[in-house]
């Protein structure tokens, strides 16, 4: 999906400016980009983004590396970086201009930042009427809490996805990929494409404030609903499921391998049982219909496991799948690029031009846009390395004011680091 | 409303309802389409008063809020003609059937745009339109194993865990909704639609990218299961207080010096103000057991909402470890009005979640609660799309709506 033609972009000609850190915020204007969209990123060494901080684990001695990290290309490939000292008048204006030629800006500092930068959105409509600005950070813009600092697991917890989720036995189960981060920079992206739709209609643009903690909250509709209406907490089922049993992750052969599967109705269960072989213990009472098992589902997935875990995970995948049930491997990162075929016929993973790397590979996109696809552009953007491209021939300032606010540490100077292969 | 004069057909299971709830509440016209008799997603618990009744599935009235609601049997050729006339009304298509379906009673994107030439067709299926994979089997539980998001959820010694809510699908259904605006957007520009093609595996490895491909290929390590703190982030994880249990991530070198500067005040520990734990998170991980028990003193002399509120005056990233209780009881939450009540026809005010994100000049809203099975059928088909009232009951009769 990585060849979309030239002139042929669904966001071709939209103009973005980002204030950003992490991946709530950039992971939006990295989609933008993908599609065409010109994503200017604006960062400053006085608050500089954790990724930045980057220390390569193969080669802690290094040090910091401030274009190596893999999410940096994945939050930020295609996007153009400026450097800015935004506690400076003349840096301010700068910003400015960058917004007044812009469609959107992202932004995602702590609440508050923006409008004390003199950036806020009460900054930035009177020079730019039908601005699309979308403020995202954990808390939402007001409220008692709106200043307080989060993470995307410090979401998790705080909203309630942590102690829903995860086995009876234990206190609940946290990502190790900040889920509601990249939740945010979903629905963000959905936010900002309805204000552009309202904006085509009616020429208005509008500030969009997303509180990742209503965001997530709002993605647990489903299983909050219980609260909110009969007041009861919700019980926390692991990988079982009220409508289908059996329904779990079970031990394959291998170290650490694992396959799921769910069995939903009688005429599944028959065709399951078929699958095992028809043993002895599939027909007993207890096992005979879907409320039976549901109240005996200790004992059932017992039996299971028995069964898969002598057999290779993706055997119990095959066979199970070829009588139509739903089954599928617990996937590593390696299998998801080496042993699953269908990620691989569909050319998921991209190969991305990375400035110090050389092409390295990444999850690809899933928007699907078919007649238009998108494109990553480079990766691993060293800071200010579009300062000169941006500054001028963008915005038309003249290469004396450039060097002069340059000097002045208005614009930050870029880093000036050998290509690849230093 | 942002998305006022957006006419949006809806052919959904719980892959896509969410989908359609995000645009509805945006202000689209979303006219759900189920079979003559309610979808089944209508049968999901829990039930209003715990009884069960196609009308009173707390999911689905959650997930079809804003929508209209009409019954058509596609498998009819006067059904498939219904839904092929509306199709020309309507900016936007979502659907969740098999690949194949749709084109099988000639409702493919070839047919609908033939007619349409602006429409945005948003099919959303478990591995995507093409592929070896395209007609296999799934559910969100099976999803979220092959998208890679479930190996590294839980504890180490246990096995892989799904999320709580079908989180698969849910997310599927927020980039559909994106992308379907991002179609629409470039179908305004030149007239042109098109198909955008969801794979809900592909979201779930796209979602939990953080512990994917790129990582591992950069470090040569596999992410697993490891628990509640982050594997490049230390100290991060869940911390005991009194009465419950706090996530605290420290990962700028600033944060760890007010960490570390509070332990010592608070317990005298001398050791955590050594200098070689300052700086990136990466000067950390190899102590990091040791720091989790530094933390763990402080947090023990604490009930979780003290701890909760001191640690942010110290501008330290800790929260509470929530039940739904707390949550729908949280005063941040209640303080900006989040949640709203939604009627109910029997039930009377039901209380939901709102707004994920605030407009300032389009606001998101809940136009009006989930449709009952059927409900706007005569509304649709004769007051917009001219079917004369004795059409209709035979139609009726002949189960076509």
Redesign the interface.
Known sequence: MSEGKPGNE??G??KVVEFSAA?AGPWIGR?LAY?GAETIRVESRQRPD?VR?Y????E?ERG?QPQ????F??WNAGKLFVTLDLTQPRAVEIAKRLVARCDVVIENYSSGVMDKLGLG?ADLQPINPELVMLSTSG??D??????????G???????????????PW??????????PD??SA??????V??????R??TG????????Q???T???????????????R??E????R????AP?????CAGE?R?????V?GEEAWGRFRRVLGDPDWAGRPEFATEAARQKNADALDAHIEAWTRTRDEYAVMRSL?EA??????????????HR????E??N??EEIEHVKKGP?????????????PGRSGSAGAAMGQDNDHVFGNLLGMTAEEIRECTEAGAIEAPDREAPHGE | ??????RVLEVADEKGAYCGK?LAD?GADVIKVERPGGDSTRW???F?D?TPDPEGS??F???NTSKRGITLDLEQSEGAGLFRALARTADLVIETLPPGELDRRDLGFAALRRENPGLVLTSITP??Q?????A????D???????????????AE??????????AF??AS??A???S??????S??TG?G??????V???V????????????????????????G??A?AP???YPCQDG???L?V???LHWRALAEWIHEETGNEEVLDPMFEG???NRLPHRELLDLFIGELTARYATDAFYHEA?RR??????????????AD???A??D??VEVDHPT?GP?????????????PWRIARPAPRTGQHTEEVLCGELGVAPATLAAYRERGVV
């Open positions: 669904a966001l000609g939209l991946m989609f599609y954790v901080l220390v390569p684990p193969r802690p910091t190596l990290s893999p999410w290309t994945d959105y808390f939402g007001r409220g008692p809490c709106s200043r307080y600092v989060t993470w697991p410090n979401i998790e917890a705080l909203a309630g996805l942590s102690k829903l989720s995860g086995f234990q206190e609940g189960a946290i990502t190790q990929y900040a889920y990249a939740l979903l629905h963000g992206l959905f936010a494409m309805c204000a552009l739709d309202h085509a209609r208005r643009g509008q500030h969009i404030s997303l509180a903690f209503e965001t909250v709002s993605s647990l509709g489903s299983v909050l609903m219980e609260t909110l209406v009969h007041g907490e919700p926390r089922l692991g990988n499921s009220h409508r289908a329904h779990g992750c079970y031990r650490d694992w396959c799921t599967l769910s939903a799948q139509g049930i739903p089954a599928g491997v617990a996937q590593n990162a390696e299998d998801l690029l699953d075929p269908q990620l016929a569909r998921f993973f390295v590979t990444a999850t690809g996109i899933p928007l699907g846009l078919t007649e238009t | 409303m942002a998305l006022g004069g957006r995000l945006m999901r618990p829990p209003v715990d707390l999911p009235l959650y997930a591995f995507g093409t592929g070896p994979h395209a296999l089997a799934a559910s539980l099976t999803l979220g194993a092959l998208g890679g998001a479930m190996y590294v959820t839980g504890e246990d096995p892989p865990v799904r999320l709580a809510g079908s989180q849910l997310a927020v980039t909704a994106a992308s605006m991002i179609a629409l957007f470039h305004t520009a042109e098109q198909q955008v093609d969801i794979s595996e592909e979201v490895a796209s979602v939990s990218h953080i512990c994917g491909v790129g990582k591992w290929l950069d470090d040569g390590i596999i992410p697993r299961r490891r628990g509640s982050l594997v982030s991060s994880g869940t249990t706090v996530y991530m990962n700028r070198p990136p998170s990466s942010q501008h330290l990233a800790v929260t509470p470890v929530n039940t739904a209780t707390a949550v729908t005063p941040h939450l303080a900006r989040y949640f039930a039901l209380k939901q979640p709102g707004a994920p994100y605030r407009h300032s000049e389009t």
